[in-house]
C-alpha cells in the first residue's frame, strides 16, 4: 500500500528522458518515491492511505538553495541600499555581535517557514549555531547541509580555528546524516580575505577524513579578486584554494562573479558547484555572474539566495527567473540559460552541489519523495502552453500550494505543518527586532 | 460621513513631506482622500459607512504600470528564449494575425485581473481593440491610458496611417476621460522604424489639437539604434523624434535601453518620461536601461511591465525590486536607485507619466483613492523594521490583500469584485489557447 498517491497533476520530472508529463501519477512509499507513471491514475496499485488530486495544478521537484544564512532573516531589511563596508562593518557585523541564540534561531525559525512556504526542501546553509539549527531543521522535516563558517583574523587564528575545529567534528558527531539523511555536516572556510592557508588545510583535512562537501565564499567582489592579487603573487582566489589542495575535495563556492577563463578552468577540472546568487550580488553592487559561461564550460551552477540581508528573500523562484534573465540581458542573447537550465539549477544541479544528487532533485522512482506544487488556478499562472515556461518565468513562491520532504507534508495550501507561525512571527519581532534596532538609536 | 476609513495602518504616502506613517488612517468621501491622517483612528469625523481595520497591514499607493501590451497575455508562456526576430516574426506576429476580437479580449480581462491582483491599479496599454479594452476597463473599475500603436509599413503606409488617425479619433470622442476621468486616450506612435516622418506627424498634431500623451517604443534594442543611424544620416531615434517635432508634446517613451548621453539631455529638456522595463528587456536581450543615470539627469522615469509574452508577469513588484537591483548591479554600486526611489517610479512617476501628477501616484487628500494594501501577515514579510524596505525587497503581488480605485474596492482577500474571475480564466483557455497554439502544430 502506498503512503501516498498525487494524481492528474501536470509534472515536471527534471528527469532528461522525459522531463514534463501533462497528466500523470507519483506514488509515493516509505519517504521515497515509488513510481512516476504518465497516466492520471495508475492501472494497478492503486490503494493508498491518502490520494492527492493534482488537477490544475503542477507537480515537480522541491527546489534547493545552495547558499543561505539562515539565521540572518532577522536582519531582513534593517540594513538597505548601503555601500559594503558601510553595510557589513556598521550594521551586519554590530548587529550579529549583539545576537545571543535566542535571536539566531528565532531568525532560523522565520527562515525555514519562509523556505517551506515558497517551495525550498532543501537548503546549505552557512552561519554560527548550526547545531541548533540542525535541532530545528529536525523538527520542520526540513533538509539542509549546514556548516560553520570559519572565520579566523588578527590575534585569534588559533583560538578561532581550534573552536571551528571542534564545533565541527561535534556537529559531524551529533548531526551528519541525521533524520534519515536529510541533515549533513559541511565544512567550511568562509573565505579566502577572512583565514590563512594552513586554517584552510586544517578544515580540507577534516573534510577529507569525513568525506564532507565544503562550502565556501568566492570571488564575491572585485576587490576581493584585486586584494587577493595582491596579498597572493598575482593569484585570484580560485588559484590560491587550488595551490593549497582545497579543491581536490569536493566544493560548494558560492559567488563566482568575478572568475577569469583560467578560473573558469580549474573550477571544471576540480568538479567544484558554483551557487549562483543574482539577487544578492546585484543588491550588494558585487555584480552579474556569468552563470551561462560557467554553464557552457561544464561547472555545476546551482542558486543561492544569500542571507536575507542582503535579498531580501529567501524565494528560490526569484532567482530562477532572474538567473535566465541576467544571463539574457547581460550578453544580449535571449537563447542564453532557456527556461529548463534555469529550472535544472535550482533542483538537479543544487542536489549535486550538495551531493545529494542520487537522492534528490528530480522525480524519478527511488529518489527521495521532496515535491512541491503550484497552483495554476490564478490570472497570472494562465494560460498554460508549457508548464516549465509557466514554472520559470511566471511563478512565485507564493503559488506553492504544497510541500513535500521525504514524503512528509510541510506546508499544504497556507497551512504550515511542523511549525507553530504565529509563534514564529511573534518570537522574531519580540526577540529579533529590538536587538538589531537597539544599534540604530 | 465618510465612505470609507482605513485604520491602523503603517502608511506609504509617497508625499514627500511624510512618506512613511508607522500607525495612521486615511478618510475616504466620494472617491478621493479626504484626509490621510498620523493617528491609528481619527480624533473627530469618525463616522463612516466601511471601517476597514488595516492592522499589521502597509496601506500605499496604487502601483501605475506605463507600458503594457495588456492583450498579449494569452501568449504568456507560448514563445520564449528564442532570438529577437524569430520570437517576433515566426510566433509573435503570425499568433496576433490569427487573433480576433474575442480572444483579445480574453487576453485583456486575464491581464487586468492580474494586474487588479497584484497591486496595479492604473496601466498605460499600447495594442489593437483599445475601444473595447476600454469597455472591459470600464466595467473592472480600472484606470488606464489606452493607445492604439500606429505600425505602417511598407504599401500600406496610408491606408494604416488612416486607419490609426480613424481609431483615435473615435477614441477620443468615445472614451476620452470616461468613467470619471479613469479611461484616458493616448495617441501613439508604435516606434521610429515601423512608420515614416509624416505619420508621426499626423499622430502629433492629434496630441497637440486634444491635449494627449504620445506613447512611444524608443531605443529598446541595439539594432534599432544602429539601424537608425544608418537609415537617418547618423541621428538616433530620439534626435529622429526630437527633429521632427514629436517631443514638443508629452511623451511617454518606453524602454530607453540604448541612450547616448544626447539623447538623454534631449529627453530631459522636452520632459519625456521614460517607461523602463527591466524584465522585458532582459528576456529579449535587450540590454539593461541606464535608469539610475536618466534618474540623475532629471528623466521622469517610470516602470512598465511591457506584454506577457516578454515577462511572462504583470508584477509591478517584481519591476521595482529589479529596477533597484539592476541600477546597483550594473554600475557596482549598491546606493544606486534606493527603495524608496524605486517605488516613487512606480507611483509618482508613473502617475506624471501618464499625465495625472495632480490625480493618483501617493496617498495625499484631494487625490483619487487609488489604494492598496499589503499582508504582512507571512514569514518573508517580517521583521518589519522599515515598510518601504519591505515593499520594495521583500513584497510580491501575491501579498496584496485589498486594491482599491477611486475608492471602489476592486479585490480583497482573494476575492475578485468586479470580474468574473473563474469564467476570465475559462475563456482564455477555451478561446486563446486553441488559436495561438495552432501555428505551433
Request: proline content about 4%; charged content about 25%.
Amino acid at each position: 500500500m502506498l503512503d501516498i498517491l498525487i494524481k492528474n497533476g501536470i509534472i515536471i520530472t527534471m528527469d532528461d528522458d522525459r522531463p514534463v508529463i501533462n497528466g500523470g501519477c507519483i506514488g509515493i512509499e516509505g519517504g521515497r518515491i515509488a513510481f512516476v507513471s504518465g497516466e492520471n491514475e495508475p492501472s494497478g496499485r492503486a490503494a493508498a492511505v491518502r490520494v492527492i488530486n493534482a488537477a490544475g495544478r503542477i507537480v515537480m521537484p522541491g527546489l534547493i538553495n545552495t547558499h543561505a544564512h539562515t539565521a540572518m532573516c532577522v536582519m531582513r531589511g534593517y540594513a538597505d541600499d548601503l555601500p559594503l563596508n558601510k553595510w557589513l562593518f556598521e550594521r551586519i557585523f554590530p548587529a550579529e555581535a549583539r545576537l545571543t541564540e535566542r535571536e539566531v534561531l528565532a531568525g532560523v525559525r522565520l527562515g525555514i517557514a519562509e523556505m517551506i512556504a515558497s517551495g525550498t526542501t532543501s537548503f546549505s546553509d552557512m552561519y554560527a549555531h548550526e547545531p541548533k539549527t540542525a535541532e530545528i531543521v529536525l523538527e520542520c522535516g526540513m533538509r539542509a547541509n549546514l556548516s560553520n563558517g570559519i572565520i579566523a583574523l588578527g590575534d585569534e587564528f588559533d583560538f578561532e580555528a581550534d573552536r571551528a575545529t571542534r564545533e565541527l567534528r561535534s556537529l559531524i558527531a551529533d548531526w551528519h546524516n541525521a533524520g534519515n539523511g536529510r541533515i549533513r555536516a559541511d565544512a567550511s572556510i568562509h573565505a579566502e580575505y577572512t583565514s590563512p592557508p594552513w586554517v584552510w588545510r586544517r578544515m580540507h583535512e577534516l573534510a577529507a577524513e569525513n568525506g564532507l562537501i565544503t562550502q565556501l565564499h568566492l570571488s564575491e567582489t572585485k576587490g576581493e579578486t584585486e586584494d587577493c592579487a595582491l596579498r597572493r603573487g598575482g593569484r585570484s582566489p580560485v588559484r590560491a584554494f587550488y595551490d593549497e589542495g582545497i579543491l581536490d575535495t569536493p566544493v560548494l563556492a558560492a559567488h563566482g562573479v568575478w572568475l577569469s577563463d583560467e578560473d573558469m578552468e580549474l573550477l571544471r577540472e576540480k568538479g567544484v558547484s558554483v551557487s549562483h546568487c543574482p539577487v544578492s550580488n546585484l543588491k550588494l553592487g558585487s555584480g552579474i555572474a556569468n552563470a551561462s559561461k560557467m554553464l557552457e564550460r561544464g561547472i555545476n551552477v546551482s542558486l543561492g539566495t544569500d542571507g536575507c540581508a542582503s535579498n531580501n528573500s529567501h524565494d528560490l523562484f526569484e532567482e530562477i527567473k532572474l538567473a535566465a534573465l541576467l544571463a539574457k540581458g547581460s550578453t544580449l542573447d535571449p537563447t542564453a540559460v532557456p527556461a529548463y537550465t534555469a529550472l535544472k539549477m535550482a533542483t538537479v544541479n543544487g542536489a549535486r552541489a550538495q551531493g545529494r544528487g542520487n537522492e534528490t532533485g528530480s522525480l524519478k522512482a527511488g529518489f527521495d519523495a521532496d515535491i512541491i506544487m503550484l497552483d495554476t488556478d490564478k490570472p497570472h499562472m494562465r494560460p498554460l502552453y508549457d508548464a516549465v515556461s509557466t514554472a520559470v518565468y511566471s511563478a512565485r513562491g507564493g503559488d506553492v500550494a504544497l510541500t513535500m520532504v521525504q514524503g512528509r507534508v510541510l506546508y499544504e495550501n497556507g497551512e504550515f505543518k511542523t511549525l507553530d507561525i504565529q509563534r514564529v512571527l511573534r518570537e522574531t519581532e519580540e526577540f529579533a527586532v529590538p536587538v538589531v534596532l537597539s544599534e540604530k538609536a
